[in-house]
């Protein structure tokens, strides 16, 4: 079992930048793939990044390429997700999960979730 915890969420202006964390417990990280997610009022749950267990492969959305970047610290068991020049349109709840498997964007493979952490993003 892992149990994950999103923070850094928040109330940011457009054009301005977040920070998430997400910290895993329970099993180490580094036997995971690690997602980001997002979901906005209305809209279907959609990926966002994801990385690999090791970190060497990642996959960006095309509506955050160049603005998002995904990095892990498998020593400190945890997963960041850097958001720059956010737009209205990042608005959403970000969920982190982890999948034991090597296909990292398809989210039903992710096995564990956390509870996620509201974005807003303001015009």
């Known amino acids: 079992q892992v149990q994950l915890v999103e923070s850094g969420g928040g109330l940011v202006q457009a054009g301005g930048s977040l920070r998430l964390s997400c910290a895993a417990s329970g099993r180490t990280l580094s036997s995971y793939a690690m997602g980001w997610f997002r979901q906005a009022p209305g809209k279907e749950r959609e990926i966002v990044t994801a990385?690999?267990?090791?970190?060497?492969?990642?996959y960006y959305a095309d509506s955050v390429k160049g603005r998002f970047t995904i990095s892990r610290d498998n020593n400190q068991n945890t997963v960041y997700l850097q958001m720059n020049s956010l737009k209205p349109e990042d608005t959403a709840v970000y969920y982190c999960a982890a999948t034991i498997s090597v296909v990292i964007t398809t989210a039903r493979l992710y096995d564990y979730w956390g509870q996620g952490t509201q974005v807003t993003v303001s015009s």
């Open positions: 990385i690999s267990r090791s970190g060497g492969r990642t």
